[in-house]
């Protein structure tokens, strides 16, 4: 009897596995963690997102593949879930359990970029756009989308990436954003959209960041490290705590965590081609 209670306890306590497959030539590039130990990996091949258990690391399409659709930076909040539409030039928002369409894809204004990351506050999803110095709110309740022209210290330097990835702090008073091609942090009013630059070490190639009390997660993509920072002095300042990098990663782009795990996941870009190419996510730290 003990030994069979000793088994059962330890199957329980099975470790979270360090490495998670998801779907060979699905092109991923965002990630998110829902209920539970759920997570969600969107596809930038086909527009499908990919849910699974970050305990057994086991999944199955959640959103099937839909034509001329786009997965790229996505969050899921209260049984829902926000996609950016990358090129497209759309968002889309997925009931986070069946993976049925909530609302179908929202026209952006004509002229719209590439819609890369999303952040969440109480009532709004944040959008960025990489091609163009805006964000796009999309009012949660009502169902409505509405433009953010960005102004203040904010530069943007047409035919790059721009800003990318997006978190929002707990009362949502103030979004962060990172833009890849210069490096530069700002914070945004999400009112006014005024930009304010963060005095903080350049993150040239940030993609997906994550934003955990004082401390902030920049993913630096094609330099396959996470960097952490200290916000200081009121989201004014940054210094660098630590660099995080791992052996299995092949050019991460977006981090969720799981209690106190992180999360990262592999686009490992260049190989679009290959329906056969696998991709996976990665425990960091």
Known sequence: MLATLLASAALFAAPFPDT?????GSDPEGIATG???????????DGSVYSGSLRTGAGAILVPAQEGRASYGLKARGG???VAGGPTGQVYVYDARTGANVDLEQALPAGAGFINDVTLTRTTAYF????????YAYDRRAGTLSTLSLVGDYVHVPGQFNLNGIAA?????????????????YTVNPKTGAADLIDAPPVTNGDGILLRGKRLYVVRNQNEEVVVLRLRDHFK???????LTEPDFKIPTTIAR?????????????HEADPTWKYDIVKVG
């Open 80 to 82: 829902t879930l926000y």
């Open 169 to 185: 702090t707990p009362n949502g008073k103030r979004l962060i954003a990172v833009q890849t091609f210069t490096g530069k942090l």
């Open 35 to 45: 209920k539970g130990t759920t997570f969600y990996v969107g596809s930038r091949e």
């Open 20 to 24: 998670i497959p998801v779907p060979a």
């Open 128 to 135: 960025t756009d990489s091609r163009n110095p805006v964000l």
């Open 258 to 270: 799981h209690g106190s795990r992180l999360y990262a996941v592999n686009a490992d870009f260049g």
């Open 237 to 243: 300042r940054a210094v660098e705590l630590a660099r």
